[in-house]
């Protein structure tokens, strides 16, 4: 089964507007982390977002929120205020706390945000 | 820039040459990852590795495929006798611990891999 599952492989949004890319997981271990991360053109790879699954709080950072529902398994990304900027592919990433696979993390296939004016 | 640095940013080898690519972690990092990211693909784990140890190679192809990562110097990733299957982007990733699942991986811009 896949680890991350991203269903949108494509999204638009105008400037401005705000825009959820979706996210689930799978695992059955306790400790897990939940990560964003943007890739622009250029190609790099950009960290957004962390979430714990032991957090109460939803993670907040600037313009990126995430939407982490721990019974429904999903960790959806929130940009607010869309900026032209931050069109690029979105992934979705977690790591699993315990285990020999300990460490790699396991990427969705990711969103391909398209911000336009 | 106290990032994580690839280089190579672009590598081209012809079938059958030795690709290395290099990877210097983020300073006070001692963990480092490799990951492959096919065209229109999600970055696949390869490998995991501490300062003289692999922790977990179980993302590497079983032939042709090496990496260390020695007490002095960068990390390599190293691929022997390439195919036209090897093109892809390469990236390396490190954090301050390894086992925490809190910790984000910083990653370096990747070496794009083309096979001739």
């Known amino acids: 089964a896949q680890k991350i599952t991203q269903t949108q492989p494509g999204m638009f949004v105008q400037e401005k507007e705000a825009v959820t890319l979706d996210c689930t997981y799978d695992?059955?271990?306790?400790?897990?982390?939940l990560f964003w991360y943007k890739q622009p053109s250029s190609g790099e790879m950009i960290f957004l977002i962390y979430q714990g699954s032991y957090d109460q709080q939803n993670a907040t950072e600037g313009r990126y929120s995430l939407n982490f529902q721990k019974a429904r398994k999903s960790a959806n990304l929130v940009i607010s205020a869309s900026q032209l900027g931050d069109s690029a592919m979105y992934f979705c990433?977690?790591?699993?706390?315990?285990?020999?696979?300990?460490?790699?993390?396991?990427f969705g296939r990711g969103t391909q945000l398209t911000v336009w004016p | 820039n106290a990032g994580v640095m690839q280089n190579p940013r672009h590598l081209v080898r012809r079938r059958g040459q030795e690709a290395r690519l290099r990877c210097s972690p983020m300073?006070?990092?001692?963990?480092v990852y490799w990951y492959r990211q096919l065209p229109e693909e999600g970055l696949k784990f390869m490998v995991y590795?501490?300062?003289?140890?692999?922790?977990?190679e179980s993302g590497m192809p079983k032939e042709r495929f090496s990496a260390e990562f020695p007490k002095e110097g960068p990390s390599i990733l190293r691929i022997q006798q390439v195919v036209r299957g090897d093109s892809a982007a390469y990236f390396c990733a490190s954090s301050p611990t390894g086992g925490s699942s809190n910790q984000p991986q910083h990653f370096g811009d990747g070496t794009r891999l083309s096979i001739l």
């Open positions: 300073k006070g990092h001692s963990h």
């Open positions: 590795l501490q300062k003289e140890n692999i922790i977990d």
């Open positions: 695992t059955s271990d306790p400790s897990y982390g």
């Open positions: 990433a977690m790591r699993e706390g315990e285990g020999s696979t300990l460490g790699r993390l396991y």
